[in-house]
């Protein structure tokens, strides 16, 4: 595959990585559920914490979902570090739509 393809399917791949958390700030938003928002904005900052460290994103998708995302390959630490964001946005976010 060559550079420019992968530049673009990194383009898609992070387009859709944010429509993800950007649709869980809209539900949590019109459903006044604060647990999808916190999640939405984990989902975001795991996505702006890939971006600066130049990960490869990868779009994901799912017409029988329908699901859509994206697989992001950065560096090590970045990893960890959208990891942690995700994991714990998750734990706070599940918690929260519980009550």
């Known amino acids: 595959m060559n550079s420019k393809m992968k530049l673009a399917l990194s383009i898609v791949g992070y ?4 429509a993800a958390g950007v649709t869980a700030l809209v539900v949590g938003i ?7 928002i916190v999640i939405g904005v984990a ?3 795991a996505v702006v914490v890939a ?4 990960a490869v994103a990868s779009p994901r998708g799912s017409v029988s979902g329908p699901k859509y995302g994206a697989k992001f390959t950065p ?3 970045a990893w960890w570090v959208a990891a942690g ?4 946005g ?4 599940a918690i929260l739509l519980a009550l």
């Open 30 to 36: 019109m459903q006044s559920e604060p647990g999808f």
């Open 43 to 45: 989902f975001l900052a």
């Open 85 to 88: 964001i995700i994991i714990v």
């Open 75 to 77: 560096p090590d630490w």
């Open 51 to 54: 971006l600066v460290a130049g």
């Open 15 to 18: 387009i859709l990585g944010a």
């Open 90 to 93: 998750g734990v706070i976010g």
